[in-house]
């Protein structure tokens, strides 16, 4: 009974070592994803990222919901920014405390949108590790029986195996991780300074709104 449980259990094992590699092979094919992802992201959008948020805020003090528009269009934000604030500044005629519920509306939105994408990488430099480490272990369990039977050619071939997944596994995590940090990195200070301009220009409006009224 003992004999039949171990070597169902080796079956098993045995078997799961080609989906093992599959699954490395579509990691790395991903982490090289992320990669061509992260430089696109770099030369087509973060390169025309260039404005300075005490600036930005220098300039829209005294501003109409027009002169806001005209100025963001042209100030080098990123697009999605611009939209966001965008959808903020033409809502000027609603009440203060619905203008407020929409600006952490419009930032809940941005903050889920590269959540999204922070998400993706994070879970690929968790998992693969683990699938290396896999792909390390189960050839070695044939490795040495081959070794006790003095088959060195099967002994070596089994090593080759697990030191190929181990290293395709270890990349695979660190790029991955390498693209999470940066990424977290990027989006946070994006998020600080789309908040700081949204409190801003409620502040703005608000003012403006309050002179209107008393004309």
């Given at each position: 009974m003992g004999d039949v449980v171990k070597s169902t259990l080796r079956a098993v094992t045995e078997a799961l070592q080609i989906p093992t590699i599959i699954i490395l092979l579509l990691l790395i094919a991903i982490t090289i994803f992320l990669l061509g992802s992260i430089l696109v992201e770099v030369f087509a959008d973060r390169r025309h990222l260039k404005a300075s948020i005490p600036k930005v805020i220098d300039d829209i003090q005294g501003m109409g919901a027009s002169q806001l528009q005209m100025?963001?269009?042209?100030?080098?934000?990123?697009?999605?920014?611009?939209?966001?604030?965008?959808?903020?500044?033409?809502?000027?005629?609603?009440?203060?405390?619905?203008?407020?519920?929409?600006?952490?509306?419009?930032?809940?939105?941005?903050?889920?949108h590269y959540d999204k994408r922070t998400k993706f990488s994070e879970v690929i430099a968790k998992i693969a590790p683990m699938f290396g480490l896999l792909g390390t272990l189960i050839p070695l369990g044939p490795g040495l029986i081959a070794l006790g039977q003095g088959d060195t050619k099967t002994l070596s071939e089994s090593l080759l195996i697990a030191f190929d997944t181990t290293v395709a596994g270890l990349i695979s995590g660190a790029v991955a991780f390498v693209i999470t940090a940066i990424r977290n990195r990027w989006y946070e200070k994006y998020m600080v300074g789309l908040e700081t301009i949204m409190e801003c220009i409620l502040d703005v409006q608000d003012l403006r709104g309050k002179k209107n009224a008393d004309q």
């Open positions: 100025y963001f269009k042209k100030c080098p934000l990123l697009n999605r920014q611009k939209k966001a604030l965008g959808e903020l500044i033409t809502r000027d005629n609603l009440p203060d405390n619905s203008r407020e519920a929409l600006a952490r509306q419009l930032l809940y939105n941005e903050q889920e």
